[in-house]
T-cell receptor
Framework: GAGVSQSPSNKVTEKGKDVELRCDPI?????LYWYRQSLGQGLEFLIY????????KSGLPSDRFSAERTGGSVSTLTIQRTQQEDSAVYLC??????????????FGPGTRLTVL | SQKIEQNSEALNIQEGKTATLTCNYT??????LQWYRQDPGRGPVFLLL?????KEKRKERLKVTFDTTLKQSLFHITASQPADSATYLC???????????FGRGTSLIVHP
């Protein structure tokens, strides 16, 4: 079956521009996560959506970062006025939250963002 | 502050040997611990989950142990193969939380 997909796979932008990154989770997965991974670094949590609950935005590094999840499915991560330190791979994951498969996350291939 | 440590140096082993990777944590009381595999240019892939009341979990050639006293998990791959070469990440979850905290991962290189 289809896994988590992300687009674009690569994005090169100029400092100060806005970018939008898209994530299509696995159908039926109620939980969706965004992470950031810099070279040699671990996965940095950004934001978590679960069903119709208010998202957990505690990982967003600044107010330039925002995310939406429409209709409980597709999510868009927006970075405004990009800075060079925003360059990283942005990973999306979805999961089916249940007792039997506790939070096993399915990751997309990521979007590599380069800010010049 | 909470801290997860995985060996930043790559682990090089010979094909057929057992690879053992370590995940140590401090200032954390995880209820669950997960291991993921990540290949270059790809997202992590879930491998195993172990609960705090479980000492050991096995899946095919994989074995995970969880020692809450030592605050450590060991991840073993027996009869390792070059195809096992990848970065392995551990992730911890507190009870009631759905947001894991990931370690930086350890690179495993299996030589033929």
């Amino acid at each position: 079956g289809a896994g988590v997909s992300q687009s674009p796979s690569n994005k090169v932008t100029e400092k100060g521009k806005d970018v939008e990154l898209r994530c299509d989770p696995i159908s039926g997965h109620t939980a969706l996560y965004w992470y950031r991974q810099s070279l040699g670094q671990g996965l940095e949590f950004l934001i978590y959506f679960q069903g119709n609950s208010a998202p957990d935005k505690s990982g967003l590094p600044s107010d330039r970062f925002s995310a939406e999840r429409t209709g409980g499915s597709v999510s868009t991560l927006t970075i405004q006025r990009t800075q060079q330190e925003d360059s990283a791979v942005y990973l999306c994951a979805s999961s089916l939250v249940s007792v039997s498969s506790y939070n096993e996350q399915f990751f997309g291939p990521g979007t590599r963002l380069t800010v010049l | 502050s909470q801290k997860i440590e995985q060996n930043s140096e790559a682990l090089n082993i010979q094909e057929g040997k057992t690879a053992t990777l370590t995940c140590n944590y401090t200032n954390y009381s995880p209820a669950y611990l997960q291991w993921y595999r990540q290949d270059p240019g790809r997202g992590p892939v879930f491998l195993l989950l172990i609960r705090e009341n479980e000492k050991e979990k096995r899946k095919e050639r994989l074995k995970v142990t969880f020692d809450t006293t030592l605050k450590q998990s060991l991840f073993h791959i027996t009869a390792s193969q070059p195809a096992d070469s990848a970065t392995y990440l551990c992730a911890l979850l507190s009870g009631g939380s759905y947001i894991p905290t990931f370690g930086r991962g350890t690179s495993l290189i299996v030589h033929p």
